[in-house]
């Protein structure tokens, strides 16, 4: 999204007339979330600015911030678990993805499982980014990002939510390191210890303009008021 990113961080960026983050918190606040953490860096005090401590939307907000020194999506996770604001479980969700699933059947199908992480996918099969998990029988059996052999029952793709022990953090994300979810990830997902739920509805995401566009389409004709995500099936 450069150069817009360069004076506006992602999630501040415009949608249907609000800040994309006000439409993410909107839909945690509608999940029953209570409690948030933004892992802030690149222009931070202008989330702060917009979102304060999340009182408008009911939701109580903290703040991790890398400052200058980025640590990838995995060291911010140990810097947030360094200052201690995680709680033994919880959910990851990217700032730039706008979903459409049931939280709490994912929070159920992570308990049922009983595994130290859980990844939601969507069958995807190449359509809307280059699928990169394999999904069978309630397990993610294996998750890689960037090959360029992939097998033909890997027809799935990460769909930006996620749920994680904090125990798993400590132990696979060293202190101070610069690290990628996706490799913490393709780990557990070859030690067996990486459960997945499927979600039905496609994902939207603002990473890239046309990305933002097709969101913004959506929501200004009633998707974020109960409508369904307008969208052909993978055949």
């Excluded at 109580?60 to 995680?86: H, I, K, N, P």
């Excluded at 939601?120 to 999904?135: I, K, L, Q």
């Excluded at 052999?149 to 022990?165: A, N, Q, T």
Aim: net charge negative; aromatic share 12%.
């Amino acid at each position: 999204m450069y150069p817009r990113t360069e004076t506006v961080p992602k999630c501040l960026l415009e949608v249907a007339g609000r800040p994309f983050t006000y439409w993410q918190l909107d839909w945690l606040a509608s999940q029953h979330v209570g409690s948030v953490v933004y892992s802030i860096g690149h222009l931070g005090a202008m989330i702060r600015g917009a979102v304060g401590d999340g009182s408008p939307w009911g939701l109580s907000v903290d703040y991790v911030d890398e400052g200058d020194r980025l640590r990838g999506t995995g060291g911010a996770l140990r810097l947030a678990w360094d200052e201690g604001v995680l709680d033994d479980e919880f959910f990851v969700l990217y700032g730039d993805s706008y979903l459409l699933v049931d939280l709490a059947a994912v929070e159920e199908a992570f308990h049922a499982r009983g595994t130290d992480a859980l990844m939601t996918v969507y069958r995807n099969r190449g359509r809307w980014e280059t699928s990169n998990a394999v999904f069978s029988g309630g397990m993610v059996t294996w998750y890689a990002k960037g090959i360029a052999e992939r097998p033909p029952d890997m027809e799935f793709v990460d769909y930006g939510l996620s749920v994680l022990r904090a125990s798993v953090v400590s132990e696979l994300i060293p202190r101070d390191a610069q690290t990628d979810l996706a490799e913490i990830f393709s780990t557990l997902s070859l030690e067996g210890r990486l459960a997945g739920y499927e979600a039905s509805d496609r994902f939207f995401e603002i990473g890239t303009s046309s990305g933002l566009d097709e969101l913004e389409d959506w929501l200004r004709t009633g998707g974020a008021n109960g409508g369904t995500a307008r969208v052909r099936r993978p055949s």
